[in-house]
Structures are given as C-alpha cells and as structure tokens.
Nanobody, 117 residues
Framework: EVQLVESGGGLVQPGGSLRLSCAAS????????MSWVRQVPGKGLEWVSA????????YYAESMKGRFTISRDNAKNTVYLQMNRLKAEDTAVYYC??????????WGQGTQVTVSS
C-alpha cells in the first residue's frame, strides 16, 4: 500500500520556523521526484518546492526562495521542508506529492500550518 504521511505542522508565530516531514512507503522512493504543495481553504493548490528523484535539483516558488529549504533522505524514504521566517500568508494545508515523468502520482493527507500571533 502506497502511503505518504506528513507531519510537523502546527501553530507558529510570524517569523518563526517549522520543519515538515513526509514519510513514504509502498513504492520505490528513489525513483520519484518529490514536491510540497499547499492549499488555503477556498483556494486552489499552490506549488511550493520540489526535489528531483536523483537529488541533483531543487526548485522553489518565487515567494519561498530564501525562506524554505527542501531536502530528502532516500535512506529514510523521507522528504523534508524547512520553513523559516514564516508569514501569515504561509498559513495553509501542506501536502507531500510523489510523481514521475510517466504520470504516476501519489499524495499525502496533508498537515496544517498556521502562522498567527
């Protein structure tokens, strides 16, 4: 059974930090590009960041550059998102996504991040 389980969300004050984790199982993690996507209630999905399957490339949405860092540990089948200098507009449900160029696509259940004083 394929599973992507996110954790690490919560309530944080503006300017604070959180580290999200996504533990994968049930598929060959090394073969998949991994990304983080977020969604504000009532709005569409917003792509945040991605890490190529071979670990050679990382990508960030413009508003996250310099604040967020994506990493992956293939030995642990886990991808992380370190989020620093958080803003109220970063409040959203964050989803982990595993995908391949052939169209295989898996999603986690999401973890809530709330940035508020």
């Amino acid at each position: 059974e394929v599973q992507l389980v996110e954790s690490g969300g919560g309530l944080v004050q503006p300017g604070g930090s959180l580290r999200l984790s996504c533990a994968a199982s049930g598929f060959r993690f090394d073969d998949y590009d991994m990304s983080w996507v977020r969604q504000v209630p009532g709005k569409g999905l917003e792509w945040v960041s991605a890490f190529s399957w071979d670990g050679s490339r990382t990508y960030y949405a413009e508003s996250m550059k310099g604040r967020f860092t994506i990493s992956r540990d293939n030995a642990k089948n886990t991808v992380y998102l370190q989020m620093n200098r958080l803003k109220a507009e970063d409040t959203a449900v964050y989803y982990c996504n595993a995908y391949t160029a052939t169209g295989t696509d898996y999603w986690g259940q999401g973890t809530q991040v709330t940035v508020s004083s």
